[in-house]
């Protein structure tokens, strides 16, 4: 790969959305990041250039064959006016995990974290600096070659776009409502569970369709397995305290290993509060309910930091959480988190990574 | 929807590829079927147009989320130069029940027929007519919406293109040898499986790419939960004589309900020849083999019509069937079917549709 990142900058610039009307990832700002691949040349031509449609032949591995995969971080604007992004190694790292287990050739992830700096430099003005707001990062990979014999592409090509985006859900920082979903399955061992790639997505839309008519927000799954055990949100993992004691399941090969999640059960440990990743089983879960010692739950990730779940729904029985409140714990997870993310908290971790502006 | 099919001739004609240089999925023909989807308006706009180039904003959420599906069939010319399409009325039902899957909007079947009957007649001289040769035709379905949420798009776009075809294995007609799959899993009841939906073949790729290796050309998927039950092979369903009698699969959710399969099923009971649906574990297959009644073994699919199996290999055991020769059922189903696609065999079950030339 060259690694002369060629820049074309916008002539035209578009009008910018008002902050409170972005919403998730409906506006894109000025420019892109693209670079191709092709089995002969590794990735090359790397150029960041005007935010512009993609042309493709309709035979696009990735219409059909759905060879894809994706990730989601923020870059934040804090009130002394710097930039920072979060975690953004990470992200690159779980980028090639998912293209690993997708078939697509790995990236050096120097580079993309170079690019992706530059990228952001150029649309700095894009990055809101109203509270809950950021600018949210789009890298992803699609394969490209026109041909519809089922087989890894031979042609990709890797973009990243940018979305300033308010919060993800319509409920801000207010607990979600979460319905159990008995009948279909998201992910299972030896699938696509652990990567971030498009399938996995797909799969999940007509439960979110049924939890959505019901009145939930979102969809909890459980293994596709056994039916039991506790796997993660739509796109949150998710984090349990029973009785003084946290508890989030055990990465087991179908969730996804969220960055979030890790930062979550980091700050735990510094702070001293008890948590263990395990296998927990629903039936277990709402003994804990029945019995009072569920104190609180949230789910984390990029798209809303931590969200608080104030209500349950399984089978028969709805759950109300810390009566439907968002829990102490939870709020100082969220604070603490969201203010390393904005410069406003102090970063022990040297999670938090500066960009030029 | 409006009936009103537009019809743009393209005003120049690509050169035809040489028939034994077809493959599969490599040539596409001068023509394409295009109709849009919008909330506000259902399917609209149906046209049939130059093959072209497809235009998407780089957040199209077929891109990030996967919300696809498609299917396959074919064309063939026969002897006295007539067009037939097998059952093509199965493929448009089956899209159906893929949408349903992925919450993508249902399209009027019988439309559809109409639709793709006149492309084929617009392009029916990209019908190759050497023996084994055909116009392999792919309908499909993406979500084009310009939007980051996890949620059914708004928009859509339907397409159908055309492409003359060889044989999908380049061992032809001769027995493939098959590597049954003991760590990764296509999918799982609850899951995408029964749905031609990207993300199944995507999940594929991994455990393909390990075949190859290893000298297999497909891969035999066991069941996601129990790891022990046929399901299929890469793009094909999959039929064992034992003892006489035939076994495939049942459909349970997790496999793909074939045309061809069907057909198979169907031929077969007009015969006479015993089969069944029902599980069949990967060890009573092996027992079978060992004590001498595993008789025959092939796949059924579209592309390669019935594909003797010749070997399989699972775990440390090789299992040579009919010597690795082509059965004698497997080539009594083979001949008949192709023969009543292909208008030398008389069709008993209304199966051909013939499309005006
Ligand atoms: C399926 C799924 N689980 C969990 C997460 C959380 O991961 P992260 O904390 O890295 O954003 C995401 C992504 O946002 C996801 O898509
Ligand atoms: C996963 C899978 N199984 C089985 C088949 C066979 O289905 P059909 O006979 O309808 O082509 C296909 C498609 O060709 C497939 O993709």
């Known amino acids: 790969m060259t690694n002369n990142l060629e820049i074309t900058l916008s002539t035209s610039k578009k009008t910018k959305p008002q902050p409170d009307q972005l919403g998730f990832g409906k506006y894109f700002t000025d420019h892109m990041f693209i670079m191709d691949y092709a089995t002969e040349q590794g990735w090359h031509s790397p150029r960041i250039v005007p935010y512009q449609p993609i042309t493709l032949d309709p035979a696009a591995k ?38 690993n287990r997708l078939s697509i050739p790995p990236i050096d992830e120097n580079f993309l974290l170079d690019a992706l700096k530059k990228l952001v430099e150029v649309d700095q003005d894009w990055i809101p600096s109203a509270e809950g707001t950021s600018l949210y990062i789009r890298p992803f990979i699609i394969s490209t070659e026109a041909a519809l014999g089922v087989a890894p592409s031979h042609n990709y090509q890797f973009m990243i776009i940018l979305s300033p985006v308010g919060s993800y859900y319509a409920e801000g920082i207010h607990p979600v409502k979460i319905n159990v979903e008995n009948h279909f399955v998201r992910a299972v061992p030896g ?7 498009a399938g996995n997505y797909a799969a999940g839309l007509k439960a979110q369709e049924v939890a959505s008519d019901r009145g939930y927000s979102q969809v909890l799954w459980l293994d596709g ?18 009785n003084g004691e946290v508890v989030t399941p055990v990465l087991n090969g179908s969730i996804l290993d969220g960055i979030t999640r890790n930062s979550v059960i980091t700050l735990l440990k510094h702070w001293g509060v008890p948590v263990v990743e395990r296998k927990l089983a629903i039936d277990e879960l709402y003994n804990s309910y029945v019995n009072g010692t569920l104190e609180e739950a949230f789910g984390t990730g990029t798209a809303a930091v931590i969200s608080p779940i104030g209500e349950l729904f399984w089978d028969t029985h709805q759950m109300k959480i810390n009566q439907g409140q968002t829990g102490e714990l939870s709020k100082r997870v969220y604070d603490t988190l969201t203010g390393i993310q904005n410069g406003t908290v102090a970063d022990p971790f040297g999670w938090v990574v500066e960009v030029k502006s």
Chains 1, 2 share one sequence.
Do not use: C, W
């Open 62 to 99: 990735v219409f059909h064959y759905g060879q894809t995969v994706f990730e989601g971080l923020k870059a934040y604007r804090t009130s002394d006016n710097r930039i920072l992004l979060f975690r953004p190694g990470k992200n690159f790292e779980r980028l090639n995990h998912s293209n």
């Open 191 to 197: 699938g696509t569970g652990a990567a971030k790639t």
């Open 225 to 242: 397995v056994e039916r039991k055990y506790i796997e993660e949100v739509g796109s949150m993992n998710v984090f349990f305290k029973i």
